[in-house]
């Protein structure tokens, strides 16, 4: 079975700073990894994901991800952070023969500060 | 595309009643998978249908139950509520020809039920 780890439940940061948020996973197969974020009252959106290829992904609003297998890691960042990317942040696993199931990490809310 | 649209947003019940819950996938979309989110357990997965066939179950009671119509649409159902089951219900769609797992997931804003 697959299983997430996002490594403490809130997270603060000053305006511009850099955003860096963890995610670590443990799969026995190769694992497919997203990151979704959901803001106040509202369904998750995605980021960014890692199926093949290349290891460093960029997704929406300047974020990126670099799969890590060695270190079993998915870690999220943003060079500069916004007002607007204060929400909660989750990062999910899936693999092959799962189907479209896909198993979160218990989220971090991301709060920037003025 | 009009995205993913869950109905009814938020419902109030009473512990022993039961509730059906409806969503309608991305135009296009097979695959339906339904989630709970609460603050204790965070994001669990239901179930997932396929081309009106369930596809995959998590660890749920069989009091949730779900079923998929021959236009993708798709409803859960939870019997005999109790007050555990309060919490914010996600439905996702994704295109589902490809095995479904390397697929983006689109989420609805969520059906929010609250059991009393």
């Known amino acids: 079975a697959q299983s997430v780890t996002q490594l403490g439940s809130h997270v603060s940061v000053s305006e511009g700073a850099l955003v860096l948020l963890r995610c670590n996973y443990s799969s026995s197969v190769p694992p497919y990894l997203f990151w979704y974020v959901q803001y106040p009252n509202q369904g998750l959106q995605l980021l960014l994901k890692y199926t093949t290829g290349a290891t460093l992904v960029k997704g929406i609003n300047g974020f990126e991800a670099e799969f890590k297998k060695s270190e079993t890691s998915f870690h999220l960042t943003k060079p500069s952070a916004h007002m607007s990317d204060a929400a909660e942040y989750f990062c999910a696993v899936s693999v092959f023969g799962a189907n479209s199931k896909l198993t979160f990490g218990k989220g971090i809310t991301l709060s920037v500060r003025p | 595309k009009a995205g993913v649209t869950q109905t009814p947003r938020y419902l109030i019940k009473t512990r022993g009643q039961q509730v059906t819950l409806s969503c309608s996938p991305i135009s296009g979309h097979r695959s339906v998978s339904w989630y709970q989110q609460t603050p204790g357990q965070g994001l669990q997965f239901l179930f997932e249908y396929f081309s009106e066939t369930q596809r995959n179950k998590g660890n749920f009671p069989g009091r949730f139950s779900g079923r998929q119509f021959s236009n993708s649409r798709s409803e859960m159902n939870v019997s005999t509520l109790e007050l555990g089951d309060s919490a914010l219900y996600l439905c996702?769609?994704?295109?589902?020809?490809?095995?479904?797992?390397?697929?983006?997931?689109?989420f609805g804003p969520g059906t929010r039920l609250l059991v009393l």
């Open positions: 996702a769609s994704s295109i589902g020809t490809s095995g479904g797992a390397r697929e983006t997931q689109y």
